[in-house]
C-alpha cells in the first residue's frame, strides 16, 4: 500500500476551500470557529516573559547575596505562613479547576470539529450531545497522560535540584550546578517532545479512529497499532515532518495577522474565527492520510450538503 504525505496536502486544501468559500456562510464560519476554539481550549494560551537582572555586574560565576535573599525568603514565608499556603493552596486549586474544565471541554470538542470539517455541517446542540461518550472517555485518558508527563517533570525537577542543592544553598555557579541541570534539561526536553508526540497522535489519529468506529480510546489505540501503523513508519515519520513544516508556516501566519489586526486577531475565539482556514487544513490533513488507508477509513464524502 503506498502512502503518500502530499496528495493529502492538495485534498485538504480543496476541501477547505469548499467548507469555508465556495458558498460563504459567516453563521458557519462562527459555529466552525466555536469549535475549533473548543478543541483547542488550554493548548495554545501560554506565554513566557523574559526579564529580571541578567544586565548587573554579578559575573557569570557567583551571584552576590543571593543566599541572603533565599534566607530572606524563607523567613517571610515563615512568618506569614498561614497566607503563604492560603494564597498558594488558592492558585494551586483554581488552576486545577480550570486545567480540569479546559480538558474536559476540549476532549469533546475535538470530536465537534471534526464532525463539522467532515461532514461540512454545524449544528452545536446536536454536536454537544452525540459526542458527550466519546469526549469523556478522552478526557479521562488525556488526565491520565497530562498527569504522568507533568509527574515526570517534577520528578526530574526535584532530582537534579537535589543534586545541585549545595551550589544553590552557596549561591555558587559551579560544576555541580552544571553538571545537575544541564542533564536534566536534557532529559526534560526529551520528556517533553515524546509527550508532544503522544499528543499529536491521538489529535490526528486516535480521535479520526473513535470518531469513525464509534470506539473508546483504548480500542481506537489498539487499531492504530494493528491495523494502521504497521509497515508504515517511514510514511508516518515524512508525515510529521510536514506536520511540523505546516505548524511553522501556521504560526508566522498568525503572528503577522495578530500584529496586524493590533492583536484583535489574537483574541480567545475571534483568533479561532480569523483563522479558521487554518485549522480546518490542519484537520483535513490527517483525515485525508488517514483515509489512504482504506475505503474504511474514508471520512469526507465527495459530496456534502451544506
Known amino acids: 500500500m503506498k502512502i503518500s504525505v502530499t496528495e493529502p496536502l492538495s485534498q485538504s486544501w480543496e476541501w477547505t476551500k469548499h467548507v469555508l468559500f465556495d458558498k460563504f456562510d459567516i453563521r458557519k464560519w ?28 554579578e559575573g557569570c560565576g557567583h551571584f552576590p547575596h543571593r543566599h541572603d535573599s533565599l534566607e530572606e525568603v ?21 488552576s486545577i479547576i480550570l486545567w480540569t474544565l479546559f480538558n474536559w471541554l476540549s476532549s469533546r470538542g475535538k470530536f465537534m470539529f471534526l464532525d463539522g470539517v467532515v ?5 452545536i446542540v446536536e454536536s454537544w450531545n452525540r459526542f458527550s461518550s466519546l ?30 542543592w549545595p551550589s544553590l544553598s552557596a549561591g555558587q555557579f559551579g560544576i555541580t550546578l552544571l553538571t545537575a541541570y544541564i542533564p ?8 517533553m517532545l515524546v509527550f508532544f508526540l503522544i499528543h499529536y497522535i491521538i489529535e490526528d489519529f486516535i480521535v479520526p479512529i ?3 468506529r464509534n470506539v473508546k480510546f483504548i480500542e481506537a489505540v ?12 517511514i510514511a508516518f515519520i515524512l508525515f510529521y515532518l510536514v506536520r511540523i513544516s505546516i505548524s511553522f508556516t501556521a504560526i508566522v501566519i498568525v503572528i503577522f ?29 490527517s483525515v485525508y492520510f488517514l483515509g489512504q488507508f482504506g475505503d474504511e477509513w474514508k471520512m469526507i464524502a465527495t459530496e456534502t450538503t451544506v
Open 222 to 233: 489498539r487499531i492504530f497499532k494493528k491495523n494502521i501503523l504497521p509497515g508504515q513508519g
Open 119 to 123: 461532514r461540512n455541517k454545524t449544528n
Open 135 to 164: 469526549g469523556n472517555n478522552l478526557f479521562l485518558f488525556r488526565m491520565c497522560i497530562d498527569l504522568l508527563a507533568g509527574g515526570m517533570m517534577i520528578g526530574l525537577f526535584i532530582l537534579f535540584t537535589l543534586i545541585a
Open 30 to 57: 462562527l459555529i466552525l470557529g466555536f469549535f475549533a476554539f473548543l478543541a483547542g481550549l488550554g493548548q495554545f494560551g501560554g506565554y513566557f516573559k523574559l526579564g529580571g537582572h541578567f544586565g548587573r555586574d
Open 184 to 191: 536534566g534539561i536534557g532529559l526534560g526536553i526529551a520528556v
Open 257 to 285: 495577522g495578530v500584529c496586524l489586526t493590533c492583536c484583535v486577531a489574537g483574541l480567545p475565539y475571534i483568533s479561532s474565527v480569523v483563522f479558521l482556514p487554518i485549522f480546518v487544513f490542519v484537520r483535513g490533513y
Open 210 to 212: 473513535m470518531y469513525k
Open 74 to 94: 524563607g523567613e517571610w514565608i515563615l512568618e506569614y505562613l498561614p497566607i503563604s499556603l492560603l494564597v498558594i493552596g488558592t492558585i494551586v486549586m483554581v
